[in-house]
């Protein structure tokens, strides 16, 4: 059985999950795990792009980095990215016979996300560095298991509340309780963030508000302005490294779908209120809104964020058994006064934001025939 065969066997999400499933099959295999030097970068948004910049930055300075992100857009290989370029898909099959050997009966109980972390520390045995994004949690996500010489904690704000708490100070510490050694912690909405991190004794450097010069680099690389505050939690955290960071460079090294420019349209797979906030403040006109969203994310309290940068919404159907109701979505978009109708294609003379989950990017990327990487 391939890997994509073998992935398809498996559940995306589970409504019960087994916190130590993970650890269970970590145990049992860790003496024979390749131990490369692993960055953890934990929080509720910029995880992508900061590890991204991270990933550039130590690659620019001689070091082969290893990048694992989740989840794909198209291609399932843009989950393990080393040194520029995403996995090749001979490479995915020699590890997953490799996996399969490993961990024995274990890799049919483990998740699809938990299978495949297994196979991304397996991939980067010769680098140097790996950048290890966690999944939607922090203290018992699969990639927490894996020693950690460093955590980089980017902005924490409401996401998951059914897994991770209802109340910022206890969705922090769920995330913060995944540090192993010393933490950057990027700038944060709620200062409970830090209150919570000195409760736990951790060990960290606060990151301040990116300054005048990172926000100019943006604008002159065509990145919106709340990149700046990326290239600079990366950047410090390269200094723990003993690395210095070449900022200028690390900007060409950038994730897809993450405020991404094609042609009249922007791709976000932004989906909770803290991205709607910051892509609001980067727009500089309206536009229409190609959108959907799952049922647990506060779709009205998002809309009502980007009502002023909104001409009309266009619900693009989306098979995912997540998703909406889309009568519910409808009357929500009613209740705010937005027009509304169903996306059937995009008008070149319109422009465009599509946003509200990794599914959305997928199927418009898919539909419209969009063009998002080059590697």
């Not at 010393?182 to 990151?207: C, F, M, N, T, W």
């Amino acid at each position: 059985m391939n890997l994509q065969e073998f992935l398809s066997t498996k559940p995306l999400f589970y409504k019960k999950f087994d916190p130590m499933r993970m650890r269970r099959a970590y145990e049992a295999v860790r003496c024979k795990l390749p131990r490369v030097p692993i960055i953890h970068i934990v929080g509720t948004n910029g995880k992508g792009t900061t590890g991204r910049f991270l990933a550039g930055m130590l690659r620019e300075a001689g070091f082969k980095v290893g990048h694992y992100t989740s989840p794909h857009i198209v291609r399932f290989n843009e989950r393990i990215w080393i040194d520029g370029r995403y996995i090749d898909d001979e490479k995915l099959e020699r590890l997953h016979e490799k996996a399969l050997q490993l961990l024995g009966d274990a890799a049919k109980e483990l998740s699809y996300f938990e299978y495949t972390t297994f196979l991304a520390v397996l991939a980067f045995a010769e680098c140097d560095y790996a950048v290890m994004e966690a999944g939607l949690g922090g203290e018992y996500d699969a990639t927490a298991v894996f020693p950690h010489i460093l955590s980089v904690i980017t902005p924490i704000d409401y996401d998951h509340q059914d897994f991770l708490g209802e109340s910022i100070e206890a969705i922090a510490a769920t995330k913060l309780r995944s540090v192993q050694n010393r933490a950057v912690i990027a700038p944060q909405p709620h200062s409970e963030v830090y209150e919570v991190a000195k409760r736990l004794g951790i060990d960290y450097v606060a990151v301040p508000k990116a300054d005048a010069s990172l926000q100019k680099l943006c604008q002159k690389e065509g990145l919106a302005p709340f990149f700046a505050d990326n290239l600079a939690t990366a950047a410090a955290a390269v200094k723990e490294l003993g690395v210095t960071p070449n900022i200028e460079a690390a900007v060409g090294y950038r994730m897809p779908a993450r405020m991404q420019k094609v042609g009249n349209v922007i791709l976000d797979v932004g989906h909770n209120p803290l991205s709607a906030r910051a892509i609001a403040s980067a727009l500089d006109k309206k536009r229409v809104l190609v959108y959907n969203t799952y049922r647990d994310k506060d779709f009205k309290k998002i809309l009502q964020i980007l009502r002023p940068k909104i001409k009309h919404i266009e619900i693009l159907p989306v098979r995912n058994e997540r998703m909406v109701d889309q009568k519910e979505l409808v009357a929500t978009i009613q209740e705010l006064g937005l027009g509304i109708r169903e996306f059937t294609k995009l008008d070149a003379k319109e422009e465009y934001l599509v946003y509200g989950s990794f599914s959305v990017i997928e199927e418009c990327v898919k539909r419209c025939g969009l063009s998002i990487t080059n590697t």
